[in-house]
């Protein structure tokens, strides 16, 4: 393997890195598109390329004001992608491929929302409401809050 390259975000291979780069220009692609009234080019096969950037973010972006002395399990499943759990310990967040205990709340997204919530675009109220998101477990009600816990850099 190659060494990780240093980005604002920290270390990160080379296959994060054009995940983050591609992620950072389609959030820029969807803005110029909205402004023009113009359809947007983000799709599930683009978002499915963005999500080794978005997992290696999501601990990274933790708002720990939010965060804070939150403690449960999430599954999130992207709608014809795979899933990956994230974990809160006291505020602080691990990503993983399978949740480590049973997950309190399971959020199964479809994968343009997931990315546009993931980059402040989209609200998981509105999301919700549009039937692009749907969530269960023994905690649903946690589900409306989970894109609060992050700060977009």
């Known amino acids: 393997g190659t060494d990780p390259v240093l980005t604002p975000l920290g270390p990160m291979d080379l296959d994060t890195l054009g995940s983050y780069l591609l992620t950072h ?3 820029h692609l969807y803005d110029i598109a909205v402004a023009l009234g113009r359809p947007h080019p983000i799709d599930r096969q683009r978002v499915e390329l963005t999500m080794p950037f978005l997992r290696t973010a999501m601990p990274r972006v933790v708002d720990p004001r939010s965060a804070a002395g939150h403690h449960a399990c ?45 980059l402040g675009r989209y609200t998981a109220t509105t999301a919700l409401a549009r039937g692009k998101v749907l969530a269960w477990g023994r905690k649903p009600w946690l589900a409306p809050a989970f894109p609060g816990l992050f700060a977009a850099p």
């Open 74 to 118: 999430y599954r999130l499943r992207v709608r014809g992608g795979d899933g990956f759990a994230v974990t809160f310990t006291d505020g602080a967040a691990v990503v993983s491929d399978r949740p480590p205990r049973r997950p309190d709340c399971t959020i199964m997204t479809e994968p343009v929302a997931f990315f546009l919530i993931a």
């Open 25 to 27: 220009m389609l959030g």
